[in-house]
């Protein structure tokens, strides 16, 4: 006998997403989190990079009081390149300016403090 899986009305639809390396706890509906994780498996085909960036999108829209969705739909339809410098954005805008994610522009040292190092 074949059974169906059904979500259950009396449960409660969320999904818990921790991440150990920032400490970063937060409980999410279910079905905003399978929206967005789909939405990046679809785009860089890994299940762990999918869920990296499915935590970081729900760290931005929490630090920003952005729904999740909304900024789901901004990213849709961009390009890998495109997506990657929009995430950029807003990731470092709740970051530290000391480590900024997607600058690749070389800095040029002080010309005094250069002469002083070795290499």
Not at 5 to 27: L, S
Not at 38 to 44: A, L, P, Q, T, V
Not at 60 to 67: E, G, L, R, W, Y
Not at 71 to 95: C, D, F, P, V
Request: proline share 4%.
């Amino acid at each position: 006998m074949g059974s169906v899986n059904y979500a259950n009305p009396k449960t409660d639809q969320t999904v818990k997403i921790f991440d150990r390396f920032y400490n970063y706890e937060v409980n999410v509906p279910s079905l905003e989190y399978d929206a967005v994780y789909s939405f990046f498996r679809s785009i860089y085909g890994t299940a762990e990079a999918a869920g990296n960036f499915t935590v970081s999108l729900f760290r931005v829209a929490q630090q920003s009081q952005i729904p999740v969705m909304d900024l789901l739909q901004q990213i849709q339809g961009q390009s890998q390149a495109e997506l990657n410098l929009t995430l950029a954005y807003y990731l470092n805008n709740i970051r530290s300016p000391a480590t900024l994610l997607g600058i690749n522009a070389t800095t040029t040292p002080n010309y005094y403090v250069a002469r002083n190092i070795r290499s």
